[in-house]
Structure formats: C-alpha cells, structure tokens
C-alpha cells in the first residue's frame, strides 16, 4: 500500500499583505472559496485565518472567523485548522480566542518566541493600498513574535479541554526540544502533528540540510509518537515539500506561506499549489491523504464535534 500524504493548505495567513497579490483571499466569502477549492484538489487540512474585509489586516476577533467557517463546514468535509498565531503584532489572550470558542478539530500552536522578519518585502513590493501595510512590514525589523513557554502553557490548556488537537509549528531544532518538554509534563499528547516551518527569517534555513536535521532530531525525540509536516516560505515551498514527502512526510503548502508557483509567477489560487503539491506526491508513487485519513492519522475527535 502506498504511504499517505497530508496536504495542508494555509489560504491567507498573515505574513502577506493585500497590495503584494490580488489571489491573496481577503473577504470571507473569498476565503471560503478558496479552502474548499484547496480541498477539492485535494487538501486534507486548510489552515484558517481572518481579515478584516475592508483592508485586508488580520484579524482575530472571533466574529470574523463566523462566516467562513460554517460555508466551509457545510461544503467540504476537510479538517479545518484554526490558528492561534494570529499575527506577531498580537497578544496570546486575543490569538487564542476563535479557536477557544469554535473548538476546531485542529489549531495551530507556535513553539518559540522568535524573530520574524517581514521586512525584507519591501525591498519587492513597494506600492502599498492601505496604510497599515507597509508599516506592519518595517515594524517585524524590532518585533518579537512572543510565544513564551506561559502562553504556550496557556493556549495548551485552553485548547486542550475542548479536544482541539495541533499543528505544532515548529521554526527551529530548539522549539522540538521545547515540544518535547511539554510532551514530558503530559500537557501535549501524541500522535503529534510537528509542522516544520524553514526560510521563514529568524528561523531555520531552507537547505535540504535543515531539513534533514531537522527530521532527524525529530525522530530521535518522539520516535514513532508524531507525524512530520514542512512548510517552506515563499520559493522554497515547492523544493521543500518534495524532499520531505520523499523523506516520509506531509506538506503544507498555500498563498500564506507563499505566493508564487514558480520563479516571477504568482499563484492564482491555493488549489493551484495543492495541485502542484499533489503532482509531487503522486509523481513519487504516494497518495494523498483524504480528510478522513487524516484524522485517523492524527487522532483527531471528528468534524461532528466542533462549535460551528
Ligand atoms: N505563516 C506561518 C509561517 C500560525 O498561524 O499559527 C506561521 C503560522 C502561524 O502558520
Ligand atoms: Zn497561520
């Protein structure tokens, strides 16, 4: 039989900014269409985020999650992710809050105060809609994306009691370490679902090295107990995503972590790259995991028993 693949898809996410692609989901309905498109080419999982309809800026009241998240629910059977990062301009008490109250299947949890540099952007993107965009990415040169080892505590316990199980992202070797110290007091269970995350600057590099040494320490701290996933930022996610699936892992692909589809060529949808992600899986003689093999994979508690 052949081994099956986990592609997640990230629609939107916060790291990109209206002005840089006119593909980027932004309004809710955009956003719904473009996670069930992303499961229809054969995403397991979509990875959700909100924005504020009128400029595009992230946003994480709950309210916001509202409408997209029962047309997805209604029109695809996907597991659907809700993330606790938020942005890096947020505090936990205000990330954590849609999936505390949807209790998702899944959420996502950030393993590592970091750096988290944007910046670099600019130097591409110059021509900016709304005003808060260019200032979001000048500002990661002296932001902390703050992720301390409370409000890991925090989004743990939160989260937990609700049966919401997590993408453990994961954006150098130290943050394993940290993930294996939770695993240790019993507050994070396996099967762990480690998310991998290379290029993104202030974190690991994208080398097939990383990657490697990254896989590596993994296995020898939770064996057999976890499922590995990669996401590469912007070029490196297509080159990523086939080394880890030739490796043994799943993929996270999606215009959050990437806008492009090849060099100078933005993607015009997510289902787009999860098309491209699946070629990879497929062209390596492996499947691709349905909603319900993920679940099984994961152990999650059922698309049944969430709050929306
Ligand atoms: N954009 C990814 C590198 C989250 O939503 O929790 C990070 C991310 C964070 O997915
Ligand atoms: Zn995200």
Redesign the pocket.
Known sequence: MARKVIITC?VT???HTPSMSPHLPITPEEIAEAAIGAAEAGAAIV?L?ARDPRNGKPDQSPEAFAPFLQVVKQRSNCVINI????APTMLVEE?VRPAAYYKPEVA???MGSMNFGLYPMLNRFKEFKHDWEESYLEGSRDRIFRNTFSDIEYILTTCAENGTRF?I?C?DIGHLYTLAHFVDRGLIKPPLFV?S?FG?LGGIGPHPEDVAHMKRTADRLFGSEYQWSV?G?GKNQLPIAAQAAAMGGNVRVGL??SLWIGPGRLAKSNAQQVQMARQIIEGLGLEIATPDDARNMLSLKGGDRVNF
């Open positions: 990230a996410g916060a790291i990875h985020h993330t606790t990062g938020g990330r996502s949890l950030n993408e992202e954006y998310q995350v993104l996401l930022a959050e972590d």
